[in-house]
């Protein structure tokens, strides 16, 4: 499947961009009435006709369309304190999208190494990695958030904290409920601190472990996002 991220598509006629228009052309060496595939991260999946494989504007027709594509019956939101090592992060953020991640927060905390991120290039590695994939949503990525702001936009009923400190003795298993928002908060290399701990049970947050390893952040972070689709796998109503 060749396939082509079209956030813009709004017809049955498109123009792909001039970078993807060569790549089509030059790299996969497609001709006109070859089949292609363009999704646009919300949840549609077009198949198309080359019509003109122009190398710097390849114009297709649409033929067919499918809605809500690879939707997943759950929205699983990772909050998490980007590495000091950046390629650590991006290596979170592609295996985060092709489980199937649905939001990210990039959290600021007290001990936070890394202050600062470039959204753009984790961007494109999440749009590299949906269509590799074969997704047909593409995350939400929100850049760097202050703890104490993100606490305040959350839903703390169904907001989870991942810490090392004893009272986080419950894993996500105890708290999941199938087809729901879960959201989980993952800490620096030096962990949530203690004041961030407890601003977070002040609005209703719950700790939660994600077993007896000490994990990095990165780790930490992934295996939160698969649990829960493991969770959501073998709850499925039959």
Known sequence: MHLFYTPDISSDF?????EESKHCTRVLRLNQGDTVYLVDGKGGMYTAIIQDGHQK??????????IEYGKLPYTSHIAVAPTKNM????????KAVEIGVS????LLCEHSERRSLRLD?????????????????????HDMTPLHKFIKKTIPERTFIAHLEDDATKGIKEYFNYGQQHCIMIGPEGDFSTNEIAAAYEVGIKPVTLGQSRLRT???A????????VLHDIFAPL
Do not use: N
Request: proline share 2%; glycine share 2%.
């Open 222 to 229: 992934l295996a939160a996002c698969h649990t829960l689709h």
């Open 218 to 220: 990165e780790t930490a």
């Open 87 to 94: 390629d650590r992060m991006e290596w979170f953020v592609e």
């Open 57 to 66: 504007k390849c114009q297709l027709q649409v033929i067919d369309k499918q």
């Open 121 to 141: 290039r984790l961007e494109k590695i999440a749009v590299s990695a949906m269509k590799q994939s074969q997704k047909g949503y593409l995350p939400l990525l």
């Open 14 to 18: 498109y123009t792909l961009s001039e």
């Open 103 to 106: 939001e990210i927060t990039f």
